[in-house]
């Protein structure tokens, strides 16, 4: 086995995509330099010195395999390089032509089909045996039409729009469906808008949100560079295939699973908050929810914050200077994430604020860590253009890199006066971003309670300096001639905006940022890498590690494997993500991953983050459930990356009762609520239990990338029956579980009944979600990999 895999390692042309792949190294830029003209610059440095053994692998990649294009880091975020750039919408393939297509190994791939190229995110387990030929399969979904009537108000924006969009389609349950968009309000949604919309799939469940093409997303071609010729070929062919909707003509009533209709009048301004992506706030009613999130208990919507304590202040030293800090105070404000910086609407918007702002004399308190973070290099362009740039610099957002940034945690540090203010007097601090995600633990550590909002929100809040404010009725700061300034007085109009849109955003911006794209850059050109097609794993590395997938690998299948009375390794509830599940941010030093980095000689400094160490298994498998936020019954409140080992009783970090248990012979079993896996299609949260010695998951539902994640590595998908969970069944966890599997792999069948049965005497029935045959085989074979290993072995 391990000969049949070294020939397909050594011949690329075994490894040939159908199509060619395009991977954006998508470049998590940590913000350890903020509030610097020459952020972009150090923070590049810092990457590359830190991440430079995994970029060398990347670039390795791009030189050992065929049909393979590589952009290089600091070129942007990939989700924005594929709208502005990639995307072809109309493949002409040696004048055969078809429609775009595209699938990605992150969860916000489906943003390009706000320009109706059909896309979505896929574990990079399943992306990985597409591009050795696997096919994907799938159950044919159900499509939910979204009709769009009207006009957005003035002053309203498309991040208020998807965040209201995202909590309709998440109430509504569209998890494994498609949403179509359309109706008359489609004409007042710019290609930018509709993108913002379309990006946010993920967080409202949905595995698209799909934009057919209008004259709209040809006009957006011509802004991009795409030339007249190319453009007029996507309409000619989509035209003649009845795929072009011209909405100056009477739509055909349009047939769907199920409806949901929104008038675009009715979207107010809001943000969505403080633990979830669809839990929205309107901002006229922040500071009342603000209020009631201090006095609810812990949940996604409290703190438990005692009345007595919520006005406490407490008192620091800010490099020589005083300084205060209470609840709801913002420590971070990041113009961040694919989902916003795409949109020269809300950008020019956050620009036009900040000049209102420093005009009236207004400032951004010092120990706010403001940053700036685009998506591409078209949007500094068009910022310096329209010559706001230097005013979101005045308040400290200067652009920090072209990547993701605070919204996937890579916020860096706070300075350590603020850390010890918010740590010492167990503040409930804020951070504020037009993210996506605001997941407990994900933003940074240390904020509790983190806001998705428009960039020119996130400007307005920075401002003010807290998310505990009425912005009607109380004043943003005090102008430089001692007069109240309120939020009315620095909000710009939507013809403001539209104007600077109109007057800053050229196609030559567009050409010119891509023509030089794949040519990178002085640190990338300098990486050195193998010439060879095997790759040369250096066994001290600490960010390359040659995974175990397929030790003592035969080339006979596994079959299916019983799994009997096996321990409960964590008991959750509702809405555990991914990032709960494996962490991307920073390495806890208390962690076991930690300990692993210790002991070979790393220090704290160097520690990185786990997204940036996640080609090395053991520190992944370490930092699985590793999350500081995430619950787990089993310890009745206390929060944190810790279990309970059952027949020892001991309280251990995760990862070593699970090799506890694997050292003692168990199989390991989890239980869970709804949305189990929700949020990034982090492939890592299957691959880590699955090391972690994790054989099934019974949960209340799924998310789809995650249930499609956890068959692709053989860990088994149940879902109770309608009505009943953990807590109806009585079950504690503190049971021992066996899973009445047959034993012939042949009369398995996907949505099948399952009895699960305990040592105390309990029975459910639950259903087993290997949805498709394509899956049951990976899980005879072990798992998705094992099984293309096995069939390229058997053809050679």
Not at 732 to 757: A, C, F, M, S, W
Not at 765 to 778: G, H, I, K, P
Request: proline share 5%; glycine share 10%; aromatic share 8%.
């Amino acid at each position: 086995m391990r000969d049949a895999m070294s020939k397909l390692g050594s011949d690329p042309n075994k490894i040939n995509p159908l199509v060619p792949v395009d991977l954006v190294v998508d470049h998590s830029v940590q913000v350890d330099v903020a509030r610097s003209e020459n952020a972009v610059q150090a923070n590049m440095e810092l990457e590359f010195s830190r991440n430079k053994e995994r970029f060398g692998f990347l670039k390795w990649g791009s030189t050992a395999f065929n049909n393979m294009l590589v952009v290089p880091p600091g070129s942007g975020i990939v989700h924005q390089v594929n709208l502005e750039y990639l995307a072809r919408v109309v493949f002409n393939n040696g004048g055969i032509l078809y429609p775009d297509s595209v699938v990605g190994t992150d969860s916000h791939t489906t943003m390009i089909d706000g320009l109706g190229v059909a896309g979505w995110g896929v574990g990079g387990i399943e992306a990985e045996a597409t591009m050795l030929g696997q096919p994907m399969s799938m159950v044919l979904p159900a499509v939910v039409g979204f009709k769009l009537s009207g006009k957005l108000r003035n002053g309203v924006t498309a991040t208020d729009l998807v965040l209201t969009v995202t909590q309709m389609l998440r109430k509504h349950g569209v998890v494994g469906k498609f949403v179509e968009f359309y109706g008359g309000g489609m004409g007042e949604l710019s290609l930018a808008d509709r993108a913002t919309i379309a990006n946010m799939a993920p967080e409202y469940g949905a595995t698209m949100g799909f934009f057919p093409v209008d004259a709209k997303t040809l006009d957006y071609l011509k802004l991009t560079g795409r030339s007249d010729e190319t453009v007029a070929m996507i309409e000619t062919y989509l035209r003649a295939n009845n795929m072009f909707v011209d909405y100056k003509q009477v739509q055909a009533e349009r047939v769907y699973s199920s409806y949901l209709e929104l008038d675009l009048d009715e979207v107010e301004p809001c943000l969505s908050g403080p633990k979830r992506p669809h839990d929205r706030v309107t901002l006229k009613n922040m500071k009342s929810d603000w209020l009631s999130c201090l006095d609810n208990k812990v949940g996604f919507k409290g703190f438990a914050v005692p009345k007595e304590s919520q006005g406490k202040v407490a008192e620091f030293s800010f490099r020589g200077t005083p300084a205060k800090i209470k609840h709801g105070d913002v420590v971070i404000a990041a113009i961040t994430s694919c989902t916003n910086t795409s949109n020269p609407n809300v950008m020019l918007g956050a620009a036009l604020v900040a000049k209102k702002a420093c005009d009236l004399g207004l400032e951004v308190k010092p120990w706010i860590k403001t940053s700036l973070a685009p998506g591409s290099g078209v949007v500094k362009k068009y910022l310096d253009k329209s010559g706001l740039q230097k005013y979101l610099n005045q308040l400290g957002f200067n652009i920090v890199g072209y990547g993701c940034t605070t919204c996937i945690g890579n916020s860096g540090d706070l300075d350590e006066s603020v850390a010890a203010a918010i740590t010492d007097n167990d503040v409930v601090a804020a951070a504020v971003l037009s993210g996506n995600r605001n997941f407990e633990g994900r933003v940074h550590a240390l904020t509790r309670a983190n806001y998705l909002a428009s960039p020119p929100l996130v400007v307005a809040y920075a401002l003010a300096g807290t998310v505990n404010i009425d912005f009607e009725k109380e004043p943003v700061g005090i102008s430089k001639d001692g007069k109240e300034v309120y939020f009315r007085d620095i909000w710009p109009t939507t013809d403001e905006i539209a104007e600077v849109v109109k007057a800053s955003v050229l196609p030559d911006m567009f050409k010119g940022t891509y023509e030089a794209i794949t040519k990178g850059n002085p640190m990338w050109n300098e990486l050195p890498v193998s010439a060879s097609t095997l790759y040369p794993w250096d066994p001290k590395s600490t960010y390359i590690h040659e995974p175990p997938y397929f030790k003592d690998m035969t080339m006979t299948p596994p079959g299916a494997r019983p799994v009997k009375d096996a321990y409960c390794l964590l008991n959750f509830g509702d809405s555990i993500t991914t990032d709960h599940i494996s962490p991307a941010g920073s390495i806890h030093p208390d962690s076991p991953a930690a300990k692993y980095l210790k002991e070979r000689n790393v220090e704290r400094k160097d520690f990185n983050s786990y997204g940036s160490r996640r080609g090395n298994d053991e520190i992944m498998a370490r930092g699985t459930f590793a999350n500081i936020r995430i619950v787990n019954k089993f310890l009745k409140g206390e929060v944190g990356p810790q279990t309970i080992h059952v027949p020892s009783g001991e309280k251990l970090a995760v990862f070593d009762a699970a090799m506890k248990y694997k050292n003692e012979g168990h199989d390991t079993i989890i239980l869970a609520g709804a949305e189990y896996g929700s949020g990034s299609s982090r492939d890592w949260a299957a691959k880590g239990p699955m090391l972690q010695g994790v054989k099934a998951v019974i949960a209340k539902s799924f998310e789809r990338i995650h249930r499609s994640n956890l068959a692709g590595m053989g860990i088994v998908p149940l879902c109770f029956k309608a009505g009943e969970d953990a807590d109806t069944l009585g079950l504690t966890g503190h049971e021992r579980y066996t899973i009445q599997l047959p034993t012939d792999v042949n009369e398995i069948k996907p949505g099948q009944d399952v009895t699960v049965t305990t040592d105390n005497g309990k029975s459910f029935t639950c259903t087993l979600r290997f949805d498709t045959e394509v899956e049951l085989a990976y899980y005879t074979h072990g798992g998705i990999l094992p099984y293309v290993i096995r069939k390229i072995a058997a053809e050679q």
